[in-house]
């Protein structure tokens, strides 16, 4: 019996001695992660030491400093970045709408400054830049050992200075030069225009400061104050960069009247959101045709897949970009800020965006319909989500994940060839003449062309009216169905 009566202890020290060890263990791999950490900031602060005792030049600790930071961000994601006071100014000035440059989105692809996409009307985009130029000089200087901010930084200036590049193009030979005239950028990020009786189209440049309310403005203009007027609505969100979450999520609310626009997810609680459509009881049952292309990215995703999933819009065109990575932006107390990709959108129905996109319900192609070969020349190489070094992999789906991203050749090598080799005798302007009638529609001619020229020209405009007009099958009761039929 008293045998019976230690057992329990007995079992309890046995148990303890048997956990002791564990506990130990993990407190032992704590203490030695901690000193790694330690020895890997000895080893910066010793490098720095060296470098600053050894190097042949003096040299600037804080561009030293600045330098390491960057070059440690990079090992993320493309799309954390640090900003100094210039650059985290200028960010500002995007998204307010109004800014100073050339109007053009860009991005490092195996480190070659590429354009995603030129803002519409911008003085970029009137000049000829297109999507998957190769930025490979800026005036005299190439590219390639800049980093993102510093190339932005040198394509920006005063209104009307000028700056040159040389773009190195798919099916083109050698560098072509283009002379740009810097401008105030203000966009103005939403253009309407009626198609046909009953059917309006919205353009929607990007996301920033006002954008819902400029939406709305479109709305009743083309449907009147409680939308009666319109029949069907073409949204065309082709060529938008993305910009503000919140003006994306409150346009869609528009057309949703309940249920998950988007969500986020990261590794903190505070980074797990969820946004939601509310009812006010006047949202519109017409029908929505939803335009997007490779150049569609981010908030304008953000649209696509929320429409989609709800069953509210039927998308047509190209698959989008495949942005869907949130950045938090986090100011410091020295005036800098870091750019940090903290979670992951996904769409009401549980789909990730990132490094995959929306793919439309109907994929159309963009065609010019006017003239031999000029859609080669307007599409040209688009740049996606997935190709960007460092694009985080999409985490619901393992297949894309394990595909390498395809490599180009060493762009910058091979246009320094081209530059050495051949007499670069055209200007600015004569690049500018070269693209003559390959210039990509702009808005205001979109919105001011006359629809037949314009259906002509632009397919997928032109389907998405055709299927615009057949909606009346889907009618159901004699009221617009609300939900797209596949």
């Known amino acids: 019996m008293k045998l019976l009566k230690r057992l329990p202890f007995a079992i309890f020290f046995i148990a303890v001695g048997a956990l002791t060890p564990r506990v130990v263990d993990v407190a032992q791999a704590v203490q030695t992660e901690k000193f790694d950490e330690y020895k890997i900031l000895k080893t910066f602060a010793n490098v720095i030491t060296l470098v600053e005792k050894n190097y042949v030049e003096a040299i600037n600790i804080n561009q030293m400093v600045e330098g390491a930071i960057k070059g440690m961000l990079m090992t993320l994601d493309p799309h954390t970045s640090y900003m100094n006071g210039d650059t985290y100014g200028s ?27 030129p803002i519409e009307d911008s003085p970029a985009f009137r000049a000829g830049v297109k999507p998957g130029d190769h930025i490979i000089k800026i005036e005299e200087e190439f590219t390639k050992n800049l980093t993102l901010e510093e190339a932005v930084k040198r394509m920006k200036g005063p209104k009307g200075t000028s700056v040159k590049i040389s773009v190195l193009r798919k099916n083109t030979k050698g560098l ?51 939308g009666s007027k319109l029949k069907g609505l073409i949204l065309d969100v082709r060529n938008n960069p993305g910009g503000l979450l919140n003006q994306a999520i409150r346009i869609a609310d528009l057309f ?41 990215a981010s908030a304008s995703e953000i649209i696509a897949g929320a429409l989609q999933d709800h069953g509210r819009a039927l998308v047509v065109g190209a698959q989008t970009f495949g942005k869907g990575s949130v ?21 009401k129905n549980g789909r990730s965006i990132q490094a995959e996109g929306i793919k439309p319900d109907i994929e159309v192609e963009f065609k010019l319909k006017t ?13 996606k989500e997935k190709d960007l070094p460092g694009a985080i992999k999409n985490p619901t789906n393992k297949k894309e994940a394990e595909k390498q991203t395809k490599e180009i050749k060493d762009t910058t090598k091979d246009a320094k060839s081209e530059d050495n080799n051949s007499e670069d005798k055209s200007t600015g302007e004569k690049g500018i003449e070269d693209a003559g009638d390959d210039a990509p529609l702009t808005l205001r001619a979109i919105i001011d062309m006359d629809l037949k020229h314009l259906l002509e020209i632009d397919s997928q405009l032109d389907e998405a009216l055709k299927l615009m007009k057949t909606w009346n099958r889907f009618q159901v009761n004699g009221e617009q169905a609300p939900k797209v039929i596949k």
Not at 110 to 115: A, I, M, N, R
Not at 191 to 202: F, K
Not at 256 to 265: A, F, I, R, S
């Open 91 to 117: 960010l500002k000035e995007e998204t307010s709408g109004e800014f100073g440059g050339l109007g053009i989105e860009i991005n490092m692809k195996e480190g070659v400054l590429t354009v995603i996409s």
């Open 256 to 296: 949703l009247k309940e249920g998950v626009v988007v969500y986020t997810e990261g590794r903190l609680e505070s980074q797990k959101q969820k946004y939601y459509a509310h009812n006010d009881g006047n949202e519109p049952t017409y029908p929505i045709v939803l335009l997007v292309n490779e150049g569609s």
């Open 371 to 383: 003239k031999e070969d000029i859609n080669a020349v307007l599409k040209g190489e688009r740049v």
């Open 176 to 226: 072509l030069p283009i002379s740009i005239v810097r401008d105030i950028i203000k966009v103005k990020s939403v253009r309407y225009r009626s198609l046909d009786a009953g059917y309006g189209y919205i353009k929607l440049v990007q996301f920033q400061e006002g954008s819902s309310e400029e939406f709305k403005d479109a709305l009743v203009a083309l449907g009147g104050e409680d």
């Open 327 to 347: 950045q938090t932006v986090l100011p410091m107390e020295t005036g800098d800020a870091l750019r940090l990709t903290t979670a992951l959108y996904y769409t």
